[in-house]
């Protein structure tokens, strides 16, 4: 808290007697809204990118002093007991265009009752003038139980800064709230600590959200403040400057904050400008135009906004490292330091924190490549010592680029990915910058963002991510969400050639043209410079290039016919590829959002690997026929249902209602329950099921059964839309009859929330009871997060067979797609017999083999000119709703 006695007016305007001390007050509180505004103008023209962002925020602050003092003027008499203190945000003197201007009047209870009448004048003076104020009137005593009942209220006074107040009054509002009155240094640390990390909890201890706050997140502003709250009750000083000569904080260490903070505060000031009100969160309505508000512009690598956010991942970053040394040296001030215990002639252990031993460590990059090897795998060690922390800082210019290291580093580094608990080490050389510096294109995408809502982190966080995962692969502990990758990881040759794929699988974004095949470069550089050998390189280097085979495959393609996985198969070649990518593939959807894996994606990826599997032990020059596949899957099936106790001649009368392509492409466990479920009825009945899928969470699986009728499989998916499931898979098949078999694969559209199963099946059973033609979709406001990024609709035609016409649409995701298009083809008079939905974030790719009816009622293709109406009649439907 300011201890200077000085009156601010003196740099406010030249505050004196003026002739607008003569004005009434209206007259008076239109003209401050005009001065306020003639100031809020120049400092939204000072926003430049070069701009000395302290001036500004200064000279805003400076601004609302001088209306503040001249409105106490014009309503305290001179010679009234009262004083006026700017506080929190205010009292630093740094004052955002939308923040609240908090004042606290100090008087005593006397002074307050008798000027009762004047302050009620003076709020409401402010509030005409345009002054958001928070104001509190207290006296030095009231004060002191204020702050102790809240912290938040001593936190803003220790920022104080006198408007209008005399020595003595400044030294009792400092007294009032002095560590013995209120929060003693430690309890007040101790406290403050806990916030922070209870508010880092809120956000996910990561900054790297996609809509992060800029005050509140970790590595946001309110850490640095906290950091100055603690200096002012630990050190009596908010200046973290003046830890330097306390040796609580480093010359660099200061120099990086200050400049992190210019950075958050450049960008807070850009978001309330943009905004036009007080918003903390930069939310995606708002990210593209502070880009370019800021000066940044589109890029071959990368857009201004993306350039603008790594900025921002980049600088929360940097302040949550540092602050959580300095953290720790506060709390070494407070506690004292303990003796260590020796680990090894090189490190040791201080109060649970791993330090070097020698003060002049590391003298090279071997020193610092021994920290890891120390650290790695010791669950006695909770981090890092802060001296340690800070030196390994200072050193990192000493760890070279790999390919400039010395053959001993680089087997150094290779044991270190062999040795206990790899992936733990590579988050501690990431985050501690080590990373970085060995691997140059790693430092490229650190705090990279990617502008859509399919990528929920940064590069450098999802590639952590999916190490992470490949490492829960490894566990003793079993997730039941991963069970076949349990299975999987222990057939594995070599697993830190794995590791390196999900290292480098993404490595390369950001650079133009196709991050596969240019990561697939990097890697065989590193894995040639740290002497894999050249099996084990081409694994790695194949691996990175073909990441996304497999969930392209799984997802946009149907893998129930034989042709898809021999084609797959092929592309995969052996049982060891197959074993990393299904690994690699699993880790990388589950580390990209934490809500993208669901029980359908791991039962697609499970099917795809066990059927490629069969086909390599098969050999690739004797591909699965039709036929073959066909009787496997039956026999298979009619021993389930023998095991349920059904009758063969029964189950044989079943499958024989049932379309041969069933048995070609389903699995045999969902052919067997078809086949159940058509027990009871005839040809011509409708019949419904519904079931969990296994393992999943809200996840159904859907069968229905019915005479083909128009309309039929639009109003099957408005339902489904009403009932707020979203498809993901949808297969027609033809049966005998007349009859259709109808099957969804279904999830939440907004989990937790999901209807039961027997919901499903009685919103469906009436619905075909009914008419068709009535069930529509339901009209949908779009998310508010979905308006930003609008993908202009690619539609194209293809055949798909002798009578069929395969539709594919790409366009923006929203609620109700699906039952819009389809009522689309509903509307058009086409059939649907096959449909694949893929959606990845904003982003829909859906894939529909439809079918239209000739003169002589059979199906047929779509000519040119149906094509063209289909395409137009889809282009106004989607357009309408993105309006």
Not at 279 to 291: G, I, P, S
Not at 557 to 575: L, S
Not at 604 to 620: E, K, N, P, V
Request: hydrophobic share 45%.
């Amino acid at each position: 808290m300011s201890a200077s006695g000085a009156d601010p007016a003196a740099d406010a305007a030249g505050i004196g007697v003026t002739a607008a001390d003569q004005l009434d007050d209206a007259a008076w509180a239109a003209a401050s809204r005009e001065a306020l505004q003639a100031a809020d103008a120049a400092m939204a023209r000072g926003l430049e990118p070069q701009a000395d962002i302290d001036r500004v925020l200064t000279a805003r602050a400076r601004a609302a002093d001088a209306r503040v003092i001249e409105a106490w003027r014009r309503c305290i008499p001179a010679d009234a007991p009262l004083a006026l203190f700017a506080v929190g945000g205010y009292g630093r003197g740094d004052l955002f265009p939308h923040s609240d201007i908090d004042v606290l009047v100090l008087a005593d209870v006397d002074a307050q009752v008798e000027h009762a009448d004047a302050l009620a004048r003076l709020f409401a003076l402010w509030w005409d003038a345009g002054l958001t104020v928070g104001h509190a009137v207290r006296s030095p005593a009231q004060c002191t139980d204020a702050a102790i009942a809240d912290l938040t209220v001593l936190t803003a006074v220790l920022e104080a800064r006198p408007l209008v107040a005399d020595e003595s009054t400044i030294r009792a509002l400092q007294d009032a709230v002095a560590p013995q009155r209120a929060w003693p240094a430690r309890e007040f640390f101790e406290a403050k600590r806990d916030e922070l990390r209870a508010r880092h909890a809120r956000y996910g201890d990561t900054a790297d959200n996609l809509e992060p706050n800029l005050k509140e997140g970790p590595g946001g502003l309110r850490d640095l403040q906290t950091l100055q709250w603690m200096a002012l009750r630990l050190f009596g000083t908010g200046d973290l400057g003046a830890l330097v000569a306390l040796g609580q904080l480093g010359s660099d260490e200061h120099a990086t904050l200050e400049r992190q903070r210019v950075c958050l505060s450049r960008l807070r000031l850009g978001l309330h400008l943009v905004a036009g009100k007080r918003e903390e969160r930069l939310r995606f309505d708002y990210q593209k135009a502070l880009a370019a508000r800021l000066g940044h512009v589109d890029a071959a690598d990368g857009l201004a906004v993306e350039q603008m956010m790594q900025g921002f991942y980049r600088a929360a970053a940097l302040v949550q490292r540092i602050g959580e040394r300095v953290l720790q040296r506060f709390e070494e001030q407070i506690e004292g330091e303990a003796p260590p215990a020796p680990i090894d002639a090189s490190f040791e252990r201080r109060r649970g924190y791993l330090a070097a031993r020698d003060v002049d460590w590391p003298r090279d990059a071997q020193d610092v490549f021994a920290l890891f090897s120390t650290w790695a795998g010791r669950d006695d060690v909770r981090g890092l010592h802060s001296q340690t922390a800070r030196a390994l800082a200072e050193a990192l210019p000493q760890v070279p680029p790999y390919e400039a290291a010395p053959a001993e580093l680089r087997a150094r580094f290779m044991r270190l990915l062999r040795g206990p608990e790899p992936v733990a080490t590579l988050t501690r050389m990431a985050r501690l910058g080590v990373l970085g510096r060995w691997i140059p294109a790693f430092a490229n995408v650190s705090g990279r963002m990617q502008f859509d809502l399919f990528h929920v982190y940064t590069v450098d966080q999802h590639t952590l991510a999916v190490l992470r995962n490949l490492a829960s692969f490894a566990s003793g502990v079993r997730d039941e969400r991963f069970a076949l990758a349990h299975t999987v990881w222990p057939k594995l040759r070599k697993p830190e050639l794995l590791l390196l794929a999900g290292l480098f699988h993404d490595i390369a974004k950001g650079r133009g043209g196709d991050h596969s095949e240019l990561g697939a470069v990097d890697a065989r550089e590193f894995c040639v410079a740290h002497a894999l050998t050249d099996g084990d390189a081409a694994l790695v280097e194949w691996l990175v290039r073909k990441h996304l085979l497999m969930s392209v495959t799984a997802q946009k393609q149907d893998i129930g016919d034989p042709d898809v996985i021999h084609r797959f198969a092929v592309a995969v070649a052996d049982r060891e590829r197959l074993d990393h990518l299904y690994l690699l593939t699993c880790a990388d959807i589950a580390g990209t959002s934490p809500k993208l894996w669901n029980a359908w994606k791991d039962r697609l990826l499970a099917d795809l690997y066990t059927s490629t599997r069969l086909a390599l032990r098969r050999g690739l020059e004797n591909p699965v026929a039709a036929h073959e596949r066909s009787a496997e899957t039956r026999a298979a099936a009619a021993a389930m249902l023998d095991a349920l106790g059904m009758p063969a001649g029964q189950v044989e009368a079943l499958f024989l209602r049932m379309p041969e392509i069933a048995f070609q492409r389903g699995r045999a466990d969902q052919v067997a329950w078809l086949a159940a479920s058509l027990r009871g009825t005839m040809p011509g009945d409708a019949r419904v099921r519904v079931r969990p899928l296994a393992g999943s969470t809200g996840a159904l699986e859907v069968f229905v059964h019915s005479p083909d009728r128009d309309g039929l499989f639009a109003a099957i998916v408005a339902t489904l839309d009403r009932a707020g499931l979203a498809i993901q898979q949808a297969r027609v098949l033809d049966g005998p009859h007349g009859a259709v078999f109808d099957t969804f694969e279904v999830v939440p559209a907004q989990p937790p929330i999901a209807p039961s199963a027997e919901d499903v099946e009685r919103r469906l059973t009436e619905a075909l009871a009914g008419d068709l033609d009535a069930v529509r979709p339901t009209r949908r406001t779009q998310p508010r997060h979905l308006r930003h990024f609008r993908i202009a609709p690619q539609i194209g035609f293809c055949a798909a067979g002798p009578d069929r016409t395969l539709l594919s649409l790409v366009c923006t995701d929203r609620p109700g797609l699906l039952a819009d298009v389809t009522q689309v083809l509903r509307d058009q008079s086409l059939s649907v017999h096959d449909a694949r939905i893929a959606t990845f974030g904003e982003r829909a790719e859906d894939v529909f083999q439809i079918t239209c009816t000739d003169a002589d009622g059979s199906r047929c293709p779509l000519d040119a000119d149906r094509q063209a109406t289909l395409r137009e009649a889809l282009l106004v439907s989607l357009d309408g709703e993105n309006r």
